[in-house]
T-cell receptor
Framework: ELKVEQNPLFLSMQEGKNYTIYCNYS?????LYWYRQDPGKSLESLFV?????AVKQEGRLMASLDTKARLSTLHITAAVHDLSATYFC???????????FGKGTTLSVSS | KAGVTQTPRYLIKTRGQQVTLSCSPI?????VSWYQQTPGQGLQFLFE???????NKGNFPGRFSGRQFSNSRSEMNVSTLELGDSALYLC????????????FGAGSRLTVL
């Protein structure tokens, strides 16, 4: 069964600096999803990565997928306070019937 | 376009009681999935319904059940509540069945005392 591991689980960021979150998954998958969750709120879809080498960018966030390494990264450029949230990566289970989520990475941006 | 609507948003129950949560998907979406989110276990898949049929089920006891109506609205029920059932229950809808892009509702936060 797919296992999804994120690291770090907590990241304290300084405004203006760059950071990377890593998402490793245990079995072959050609799809990877990133979601954002603000405290007390629901999950918001950020990126859908559908193939090896896929790269998606939105503002200060850029996500990439390496299916051979079973690794996705979420890169944050010049962190700002608005990016403080918990970020989840998720992949389909082996049967393709449900999404398996990582534990989430909680980002905190301070000036 | 209206999003995924979940009701109630908050509720408090006592052990042994049962609870029913409701979810209205995005118009045109026929798949509804339910997830349980807790600080210890994270996000865990409960079940998915498509065209009124349960297509997939996660590893939860039979106390957790659900159904879907002809208008794609879904309900989940938890019977004989336990303290450990305290969680945020998230409903998500998608256009197709299975692990697709999910649009989540705001969630129903259940507290069991």
């Amino acid at each position: 069964e797919l296992k999804v591991e994120q690291n770090p689980l907590f990241l304290s960021m300084q405004e203006g600096k760059n950071y990377t979150i890593y998402c490793n998954y245990s079995t072959t998958s050609d799809r990877l999803y990133w979601y954002r969750q603000d405290p007390g709120k629901s999950l918001e879809s950020l990126f859908v990565l559908l193939s090896n080498g896929a790269v998606k960018q939105e503002g200060r966030l850029m996500a990439s997928l390496d299916t051979k390494a079973r690794l996705s990264t979420l890169h944050i450029t010049a962190a700002v306070h608005d990016l403080s949230a918990t970020y989840f990566c998720a992949g389909p289970n082996q049967a393709g019937t449900a999404l398996i989520f990582g534990k989430g990475t909680t980002l905190s941006v301070s000036s | 376009k209206a999003g995924v609507t979940q009701t109630p948003r908050y509720l408090i129950k006592t052990r042994g009681q049962q609870v029913t949560l409701s979810c209205s998907p995005i118009s045109g979406h026929r798949s509804v999935s339910w997830y349980q989110q807790t600080p210890g276990q994270g996000l865990q898949f409960l079940f998915e319904y498509f065209s009124e049929t349960q297509r997939n089920k996660g590893n939860f006891p039979g106390r957790f059940s659900g159904r879907q109506f002809s208008n794609s609205r879904s309900e989940m029920n938890v019977s004989t509540l336990e303290l450990g059932d305290s969680a945020l229950y998230l409903c998500a809808s998608s256009a197709g069945v299975g692990a697709n892009v999910l649009t989540f509702g705001a969630g129903s936060r259940l507290t069991v005392l």
